[in-house]
């Protein structure tokens, strides 16, 4: 079992910026990815970013340039740092883990991220 403990939400004005932190515990492997998605009211969950164990990231498009994801392997930790933030990113943002050779896979329990215009 995986336990993910998201933290960093709010609400801010467009153009500002929040960053998301996402610590992973309990039996973690060595090959895994992970990866913030979002739901936004009445869409469908979708992958904002994501970055395998060797480093390797995945972004959608609206969020390139914008949005970095990053990795503090010892923390087992996982960073999403937003920028030039607009209404249209507000969602709730899930932290998701995934053992990349047998598809086992964890989600967080969510965190509100509310952009004003």
């Known amino acids: 079992q995986v336990q993910l403990l998201e933290s960093g939400g709010g609400l801010v004005q467009a153009g500002e910026s929040l960053r998301l932190s996402c610590t992973a515990s309990?039996?973690?492997?060595?090959?895994?990815?992970m990866g913030w998605y979002r739901q936004a009211p009445g869409k469908q969950r979708e992958l904002v970013a994501d970055?395998?164990?060797?480093?390797?990231?995945n972004y959608v498009g609206s969020v390139k340039g914008r949005f970095t994801i990053s990795r503090d392997y010892t923390k087992k930790t996982v960073f999403l740092q937003m920028n030039s933030l607009k209404p249209e990113d507000t969602a709730v943002y899930y932290c998701?883990?995934?053992?990349?050779?047998?598809?086992?896979?964890?989600w967080g329990q969510g965190t509100q991220v509310t952009v004003s215009s």
């Open positions: 998701h883990y995934r053992v990349n050779y047998n598809g086992e896979n964890y």
């Open positions: 309990g039996s973690i492997s060595s090959f895994n990815t």
């Open positions: 970055i395998t164990n060797f480093g390797i990231t």
